[in-house]
């Protein structure tokens, strides 16, 4: 896959006889073994693996738990009880799920600012970014599928909301949308039918993600991993094997993880979802606030920031397309990153004022989803709105501009220079 | 640095005690997913069934679900009481009694397998054990094979009126469930 | 019956639904500020927390002697009364209380091809006195006395603080592990009935609460002082009352808590000693090397 070759010698015969037949071993001990890894590495680039294993754990906790579950709009909120309250254990690996979810997306933002910030999406790395965007999109769609089974309260104005966002294609061309909505559906409303739906859905998606992750790990495997320095690798004394270093740090990061993982299995599963979802979903009671969950409120807010005006501007009856194309468009901005950056210098830790516009930018993040907790009225739509500016400049104005205007610090010549100091690097030599 | 891994590193107390400790937390894991597979509170509390015996007049028979599996419930006539406790054990293939109230190895005499003071009410899990159908006999056009009792139509394991194999290829005597009379017409399974 | 049926079926219900609503929990939001929910102290509260096993059996009392006379608990078994880190009655008692029930068993058919009553049994939910909602809005004048086996996590407490705050306290519940919300709620809630401020009209056959979200809802207070007889020497008063029910009701809605926070404490434990090795290890790893 990489430049490197592998250094691996079977020492059985009967790794001798797979090598000349199927040489995964091999493989495994190239990509993941002898791998080079920048000596440089922070503890933000063990979130890689921390993705990984959240990713394992949400297949086999959700396996497990579809072996109780019962995908029956009369079911469905029933058998989730009978997993907290009889199935043994049921309570452990139904909170490991929940709360799973969200940690899976904890991990992914962090893993996605670090990239941001130290401009891992710059070439040669556009196709693994994107790859990495698609796995995003895919994990959003696999956790909205998944709160709908529940089937409480908040799972099913949830569906309600979110399908009818594609109504919004009626104003494009008639009919458009309610056709599409209906198909979602099913039916005429959201119902046991769309449960099914979803629950079938929700349990082929994550495969899918791990394909796509597959291919984020080969595209990482070709190009390398970006470094703190953002500098290439430029001599072999630069890197050192993935292991014992880089995976003997990974499960240090994995398990300070598991730290904050297990408080909330443990102490707090119920902190991260809604009280209305221990309500069971009731087709004619709508909960007076509707909320997603917490990894949503960005996008939700910008979402709700389109209403009749923006920012003074009328937008009449497209204010829901907008709304819709700018939630979809957050997300999707994100892919043309590479080309949208115009600076030569990948981290930012080079780059005074883009370190500025990236700060920003997270605040602009925590602020949005702050605003999606609230309810869409009074001075709360105002700052969504002047928030979903902030969110597009940074990309559409932050990215092209400043790598323009700004001038970089001075960079070290090699990661060794930035690691060990001029002289030591050049005593190297 | 070179690219090859430090022996001395590998072997450092520390990363063994580390690695391990990680090993065995993983290992501890796989228990609560080995465990939930296993019947659950409400299953196990469902393990006792009332039957209320009075409707079934001598010589008829009533299947009943405990567990979910089907238990036989036969008033049995004097003829069919006189035929299997005058039985011999040695012309069992299958001595044993296969009480679960009783211990093993308790010899499968009719007595045994019934209740004292209700030797006319035999009941059983009516599951072959061979391969686990279910035998025939229950009603009253069934066929009860050679020796009027139960008669298994998938490999022709013959059953006499105590529940016993006598013939086919059956290893052992139809089970009898953990039971008692809780009054003269009522018994509680399980 | 499918939700589409119903909706269409019910279409009546829906307006008098909707009607009510707009009188009553929607306008909650609309309100500046919900109303202030004071934090008690639980003793299954924060991270160490566990049940008291004698407030569970008080509060069960109480279940019994009040609320059942409207409210069910169907997701409550009468054997979950019996297990540990519950009430943890005697397993004799809880047959004779469960064969006593006065609301039974719909069971059958029987071999008439009818359905039939049967007194309740030790694996048999603790049902409400009504079959469903229908007969419960028919007995109530309209209003829906919803079952209460999750009630306590069904309901939270809603800060509303500044936002520069809301960060902090998040971060400050989180450290503490809170999640008692519900519990708050249900105790304001029973205590919460005072005489209306004079600029508000109460509506016919509602009731004026300060915890509730629109202040007015259709369930009289249910608890007055020395209406159950306490065995164990509490006090009668409302508020303990309120306190025990509601304790009670934060375990029918989380009957696992006592076995998740002991086996979270090992967890945790584990996880410490396993990433502080793992730690030291790196390092060793990584001593030849300056990075």
Redesign the interface.
């Known amino acids: 896959m990489s430049g490197h070759t592998s250094s691996y010698e079977p020492t059985s015969r009967w790794g001798k006889w797979w090598d000349e037949r199927l040489p995964i071993p091999r493989m495994m001990h190239g990509q993941f073994v002898a791998f080079p890894t920048p000596r440089n590495l922070n503890y933000l680039w063990t979130f890689g693996g921390i993705l990984m294993f959240c990713l394992i754990a949400q297949i086999i906790t959700g396996i497990v738990l579809a072996m109780h579950y019962q995908s029956s709009d009369v079911l469905a909120f029933n058998s989730v009880e009978h997993i907290r309250r009889d199935v043994n254990f049921g309570w452990l690996i139904r909170n490991m799920h929940a709360v799973g979810a969200s940690m899976f997306f904890i991990a992914v933002y962090i893993h996605i600012f670090r990239g941001l910030y130290y401009g891992s999406y710059k070439a040669p790395r556009e196709v693994l970014w994107i790859l990495g965007v698609i796995i995003l999109l895919a994990m959003m769609a696999t956790a909205f599928l998944g709160y709908t089974l529940p089937w409480g309260q908040m799972s099913f104005w949830g569906v309600t909301v979110i399908t009818n966002l594609f109504s919004a294609l009626d104003t494009i061309y008639t009919g458009l949308g309610t056709a599409i909505v209906e198909w979602l559906w099913g039916g005429y409303s959201v119902s046991g039918v769309t449960l099914n739906r979803f629950f079938s859905l929700h349990y082929l998606l994550p495969f899918v993600l791990t394909g796509i992750v597959i291919l984020h790990i080969w595209a990482l495997h070709v190009s390398g991993q970006n470094n703190p320095t953002g500098l290439d690798i430029k001599e072999p004394s630069e890197s050192v094997p993935m292991h014992p270093y880089a995976t003997s740090k990974d499960i240090v990061g994995m398990f300070a993880f598991l730290i904050l993982f297990a408080w909330f299995v443990f102490f707090l599963p119920d902190y991260l979802g809604h009280p209305d979802n221990y309500t069971e979903a009731n087709p004619l009671v709508t909960p007076p606030h509707i909320v997603p969950e917490w990894y949503f409120l960005p996008f939700y807010a910008i979402l709700r920031a389109f209403t009749g005006s923006f920012l003074g501007i009328p937008l009449g009856s497209f204010a829901k397309l907008f709304g819709v194309l700018a939630m979809f468009a957050a997300v999707l901005i994100l892919a043309f990153a590479p080309w949208l950056d115009t600076s030569r210098v990948r981290s930012a830790k080079y780059r005074p004022l883009f370190k500025w516009a990236f700060w920003a930018f997270a605040f602009t993040c925590v602020a949005l989803g702050y605003l999606g907790s609230k309810p869409a009225e009074g001075v709360y739509v105002m700052w969504a709105q002047i928030f979903t500016v902030l969110y597009f400049l940074f990309f559409l104005v932050a990215m092209p501009v400043l790598g323009l205007i700004e001038t970089p610090k001075k960079l070290p010549r090699s990661i060794n220079e930035a690691v060990l100091g001029p002289d030591a690097a050049a005593a190297k030599h | 640095m070179t690219s090859h891994v430090d022996d001395a590193n590998r072997r450092d107390f520390l990363v063994v005690a580390g690695n391990a400790f990680a090993a065995v937390g993983a290992a501890s894991l796989i228990w609560p997913f080995v465990q939930q597979m296993n019947p659950d509170a409400s299953a196990k509390a469902m393990a006792s069934t009332e039957v209320d015996l009075a409707p079934v007049k001598e010589g008829q028979a009533i299947t009943i679900m405990w567990r979910g599996k089907p238990v036989f419930v036969r008033n049995r006539t004097k003829e069919e009481v006189a035929t299997a406790v005058e039985v011999k054990l040695t012309e069992l293939p299958d001595e044993e009694a296969r009480n679960g109230a009783l211990p093993e190895a308790t010899p499968a005499t009719d007595a045994n397998r019934t209740k004292q003071g209700h030797e006319n009410w035999i009941v059983m899990v009516g599951i072959c054990t061979h391969l686990g159908c279910i035998p025939k006999g229950q009603s009253m056009n069934d066929a009860k094979g050679d020796f009027g009792g139960w008669f298994c139509p998938c490999h022709g394991s013959h059953y006499d009126t105590s529940g016993r194999i006598r013939k086919g290829p059956a290893p052992r005597n139809l089970e009898v469930p953990p039971y008692e009379f809780v009054s003269d017409t009522k018994i509680k399974i399980g | 019956m499918?939700?589409?049926k119903?909706?269409l079926t019910?279409t009546l219900?829906?307006a008098s639904?909707a009607a009510l609503?707009a009188s009553s929990?929607?306008t909650?939001?609309?309100e500046a500020h919900g109303p202030e929910i004071t934090r008690q102290q639980w003793s299954f509260g924060g991270?160490r927390g566990q049940y008291d096993q004698a407030q569970l059996q008080r509060g069960f009392q109480i279940y019994k002697e009040v609320c059942s006379a409207c409210h069910g608990l169907s997701?409550v078994?009468f054997?979950?009364l019996v297990?540990p880190g519950g009430p943890g009655f005697p397993e004799e008692s809880v047959k004779a209380l469960a064969a006593e029930w006065p609301n039974q068993i719909t069971d059958g058919p029987n071999?008439e091809g009818q359905m039939f009553e049967r007194p309740a049994r030790?694996?048999d939910p603790i049902r409400g006195p009504y079959k469903n909602e229908k007969e419960a809005r028919a007995a109530q004048n309209g209003a829906y006395p919803?079952d209460l086996?999750?009630i306590a996590?069904?309901?939270?407490v809603e800060r509303n603080p500044s936002?520069w705050t809301?960060p902090f306290l998040m971060l400050g519940?989180?450290f503490a592990?809170?999640?008692e919300?519900?519990a708050d709620y249900l105790t304001a809630l029973m205590t919460g009935y005072v005489d209306p401020p004079a600029d508000v009209k109460v509506n016919d056959g509602m009731y004026y609460n300060t915890a509730f979200?629109g202040h007015q809802l259709a369930m009289p207070s249910p608890l007055s002082a020395d209406a159950v007889p306490y065995s164990d020497g509490t006090k009668t008063t409302v508020e303990n009352y309120a306190k025990d029910v509601s304790a009670f009701l934060s375990w029918a809605?989380d009957?696992?808590l006592d076995?998740?926070?002991r086996?979270?404490?090992q967890?945790?434990l584990?996880?410490?000693?396993?990433?502080v090795?793992?730690?030291?290890?790196?390092r060793?790893?990584?001593?030849?090397?300056?990075?």
């Not at chain 3, 996590?153 to 939270?156: F, T, V």
């Not at chain 3, 584990?270 to 990433?275: A, D, K, Q, R, S």
Request: charged share 20%; hydrophobic share 40%.
């Open positions: 499918t939700t589409m119903r909706r019910s219900v829906a639904a609503l929990p929607a909650a939001s609309s991270f997701r078994y054997r979950n297990q071999d030790l694996a919803p086996s999750l996590k069904a309901r939270g936002w809301h519940d989180i592990s809170y999640q919300g519900g979200p809605a009957p696992t076995q998740r926070k086996m979270g404490w967890v945790m584990y996880l410490f000693v396993t990433t090795l793992l730690y030291l290890g790196k060793r790893v990584w001593s030849k090397i300056k990075h």
